[in-house]
Every structure is written in structure tokens, then in C-alpha cells.
């Protein structure tokens, strides 16, 4: 038997996997990730836990295919690292440095892009190549794969599509420093956001409070009938359809996979995205599915390990 | 010595040319686009011209690496054309067909993805194996290469950036059914409809007359410091620039190449279309360059040759 380490390396915690090679978690656990002195302890962190973890299992290195990881920031299909702000990193070949402190063949990509490759292997669009995931979370990250392989881009910004121009009219800014980033009104802190602004000048009755405008109240609002909570999913979905029927436009993936804290709220969210989605889709592209992700964290594990 | 042969069907003639394996055109020649009986004989046509023409350079087919040929309408990764109603034609393999006919192995792929092809292999993005090539015609069709490999998309409409979404508010209607395409801003029928609504309202003194607000017209304006011109060029800049840092945040390619009949404006365009991109882009995009094509209408008939 062969094996794959599958590595998601976060800002709190690195997710590690041992997995067969057909992609069976063996076994899971976590490390945290430690990003004193500019992060530099990290890879060695997880090489150490690596090698533990074999002679634990008594598995010999030749039986290893490879070790595959996945870090938060852009990342170039040589496994170079562009600057990744969350851990200190600045820039680097990642790829070589594991493979030369685990002595295992390596793999780096980037966090949102290996989660779209696992969900591809294991998860919601099992059994598709051409497939586009949009992570929902605190921001809004984006993994495109075509023909089975995750587009990098020229300098790692392959897939940024929470950074998408939506509106010329934004005032505030984004994280990023444009105006009017999808990001803005998809993410998780967008609904927050836009749920803020509803609520103001809202004069009926609702389930929100002002103690709680959060993403996950908006929606379990939604299923309750509540009419602002169902005013403001609108908005989102027009947003994020209006989004997903530009890339579309671009790269005409056949599945759309919807991840991140969001995703949770489950199929509702697709009836809200959808209609927006068919509305201002190129004719050619309607067809697209939207489904939902269905490995949560272990998303960006089982693609770390695919990598390989 | 082994031979290409690249073939570029359009609406009225099919360009043809006979190329060395590396690319070197020996020889090119047009012949007329049979549109009777839903394009029935289009492709007999072509194998027989290519017949006729090894007979003449006394090439055995062995010397012949195979056939490209670019069509105007979607075409998937397995040389299947998905209704080129320009042509008349349906869905069918347009790939197994043409190589039946002539005996050697072919490839066909879509004109503006094709004509990108051409352009990286020996045009204004040589170098380069990520892509982006935006044809502005009479229409705003587009061809995407990551590394070094045409998107085709998963019904063969990658690269329809033409109709990315760009405006809520517009009013009238796209060829492709909805509204607010970026083609209806950025292609000449668009700065033409452009040119005609700000000529109305223009009090001032103009080189453009009512006779001729063609896109020409107004970039020879433009070059002869014309105030309204400058204008309508700014316009147009400020859409493609907005639909480039779309497209970046997406693929993010290391080149867009802007040709079609608008490009042979020359570089004044990229003045036009450069700051709305930096504008608009995610920081991590804003490198991204952007050239004009150099083969013109060849491109097409270099890239179908490339294709195999």
C-alpha cells in the first residue's frame, strides 16, 4: 500500500492527513501553527509531525507518494510562495523546502485552490474536471480547475474572485483597497454588513436583533419566513450570481461549488443565487450547476494530499 | 521536412496556409466559404484544397503532422463544434470529420481561442503560456491559454468575454439576449453606438461627423486631439479596462493581447484601457501587461496549425 500526507496549513491550526492513495483518510489530527519569528518554524513543524507520524506507523519513506500542502496566499504552480501575509511568509519556494526537511517528494498550492481540488476528488463535484469553488467565509476565496488542474496564475492570484469588480458606486473600501469587490457583499462579513444597513431602515417586525446580524442569523431568519432576512439573502444572491455569471463568462467550468461558514445555511442558499445566476449568465453557460461543498475543513486536506 | 497546415473558417473565405512544423508559412491561399445547405460542403472543400496542394508540392502525407482549423462558434476540448450558426452548422465532430476526409490526423478548436493560440506562438504574446487574447471587432470575442493550452470550457464557451455583465442599468438588449454586455461598450458596433449618443450631446467643435462615428473615425480623432473623441475613447477604456481586472481577478495571465479591426487604432488604445485596469484590478493583478496583437488576420491560421 502507498500513502499521501495531505497538509492545511491555516492561521491557527495545520490540518494534517495521512491518506491512502486512492484518497482514504487513515488518519487525521491537528497541529497549531506557529507564527512567531515570521513563521518560520512552520514547515519544519509539520516535517517533524511527519516523520512521527511514520515511525509511528512503522511506514517506510518508499511507500510515501508524497506530501501535498496548501497555505494561505498565493502560490505558483512551482510551489513558490508569493508573500503569505497570515503566516509572515514572504517569498519563497515552499515546495523544496518540505520536500527537503520531510525527504518526500513535495507539493505547495494555494489554500482555496487544493480545497477545490479535494472537493473535484472526494467532495461535492466528485466526478467533474472543470470546476470553479467559491469559498464564503470572513472574505470570499476562490479555486479554479480546469481539465483537472487548478489554474495558479501568472503570480499565484489564480481564482481571487472575491476581488471581482461588482459596483462603481461602493464608498468603503475592501480588504484589498479597490471598491466594490464581490467580496464585499458575498462574504460572510458582507451579509453582515448588508443585514446592518437593512435593519436600519427597517420598520416591521423581524427575528434580527441588533445583537445579532450575523450571516447564520440572516439565514436561519430565512427559513423562518422572516421578510427582511429574505430581503437581505436576495441581495447576496443577486451579488453573487451576477459573479458567478462572470466567471462563467470566463472560464464555462461545468459546477459551481459553494464552501465557507456560508455554505452552511445549505441548499436554501442556492434558490437565492441561482435566479441572479440565470438572469445575467451568457446563454451558453446557464446550464452550469451550483452545488454545495460537502467536506467542510477537510476540504483543502484531501486536496493538499491530490496535489501529490 | 514535416508539414502543417492551418485553416481559418470564417463567414465569407477560408484562410489556408501550408507551414513548417516550426511554424515558418510556406505558402497561404483563400478559398470561398460554401454556406448553401447549412455549410454542408465547407469541409470537403478544405480537404480537397489540401489534397490538391500536396499534389502540387509533391508532400507525401507522411511528411504532414496534421491539419488545424479554427471555426467561428464553441467547440469543445474533443474537436466537437456545439451550432456555429454562422456557418449553418449543428453539433458535431468537426475533428473526426475533417480528418476522415483528408487522411491525416487534425484538430479543431474555436476561431478567437485559435487565433489566441497564433498570437502566443508567434505574435504579440510570444514567450508567454498565459493568455488572455480579447478580438475587438465587430463583437468582443475572447481566447484563454493557461499554461500554454486553450480553455475551451466545459461547453465550449471559455473565453466569451464579450458578455461578462458589466451594467445594471443598460436599456437596450445584447445579440446574446441580455444586457449590459461588455461587447455592447468595447466592440467597434459599440464605441460606434457610443460615439452616436455623445455626438447628440455635444455643444462643442468635433472632427466626427453624423455620416461617420466609427470607431476609426473616432481613434483618428482622437490622435488629432480631438475633445469629444478623447472622450469616447475614454469611455471605452474605462468598460474593457473594468472587464480586463475582471478577468485577471479570475485567471490572472501574464498577457492580455488586444486585437480585432479596434486594435489597429495602434498604442494610443492601451493609454485608453491601461489606467481603468490598474483601477480596477486586485493589487496582486496589476502587472498583468498588456500588448497588441501582430499577426492580425493570420493569427488564425498560425494558431489552427498549432493546434496540432
Not at 76 to 98: C, M, P, Q, R, Y
Amino acid at each position: 500500500m502507498k500513502y499521501l500526507f495531505g497538509v492545511d496549513i491555516g492561521g491557527t491550526t495545520v490540518k494534517m492527513g495521512l491518506l491512502s492513495e486512492v484518497g482514504e483518510c487513515l488518519e487525521k489530527w491537528e497541529i497549531p501553527t506557529d507564527k512567531t519569528n515570521n513563521g518560520a518554524n512552520i514547515l519544519s513543524d509539520v516535517a517533524a509531525s511527519i516523520v512521527s507520524k511514520l515511525s509511528e506507523k512503522k511506514i517506510d519513506k518508499s511507500d510515501v507518494i508524497g506530501v501535498g500542502a496548501g497555505v494561505p496566499g498565493p502560490v505558483d504552480s512551482k510551489g513558490i510562495v508569493h508573500n503569505a501575509v497570515n503566516l509572515g511568509w514572504g517569498t519563497f519556494n515552499a515546495a523544496e523546502e518540505l520536500s527537503s526537511l520531510t525527504g518526500l517528494n513535495a507539493m505547495v498550492g494555494n489554500d482555496a485552490n487544493v480545497a477545490a481540488l479535494g472537493e473535484m476528488w472526494k467532495g461535492g463535484a466528485k466526478g467533474y474536471s472543470d470546476v470553479v469553488m467559491v469559498t464564503l467565509g470572513t472574505g470570499v476565496g476562490g479555486g479554479i480547475i480546469i481539465d483537472g488542474k487548478i489554474v495558479n496564475g501568472s503570480v499565484g492570484a489564480g481564482g481571487e474572485i472575491g476581488h471581482i469588480h461588482m459596483n462603481d458606486n461602493e464608498e468603503k473600501a475592501c480588504g484589498c483597497g479597490g471598491h466594490g469587490c464581490l467580496e464585499q457583499y458575498a462574504s460572510a462579513t458582507g451579509i453582515a454588513r448588508t443585514a446592518g444597513e437593512m435593519f436600519e431602515e427597517y420598520k416591521g417586525n423581524t427575528v434580527l436583533t441588533k445583537d445579532d446580524l450575523s450571516a447564520k442569523a440572516v439565514f436561519d431568519g430565512v427559513k423562518a419566513g422572516d421578510e427582511l432576512c429574505i430581503s437581505i439573502a436576495k441581495r447576496f444572491g443577486d451579488m453573487l450570481g451576477k459573479g458567478l455569471a462572470v466567471i462563467a463568462a470566463v472560464v464555462n467550468p461545468e459546477v459551481f461549488v459553494l464552501g465557507g461558514g456560508v455554505s452552511k445555511a445549505g441548499e436554501v442558499l442556492i434558490g437565492y443565487v441561482e435566479p441572479s445566476f440565470k438572469k445575467y449568465a451568457f446563454p451558453g453557460t446557464k446550464n452550469v450547476k451550483i452545488v454545495l461543498a460537502t467536506l467542510g475543513n477537510d476540504a483543502g486536506m484531501y486536496g493538499a494530499a491530490k496535489l501529490v
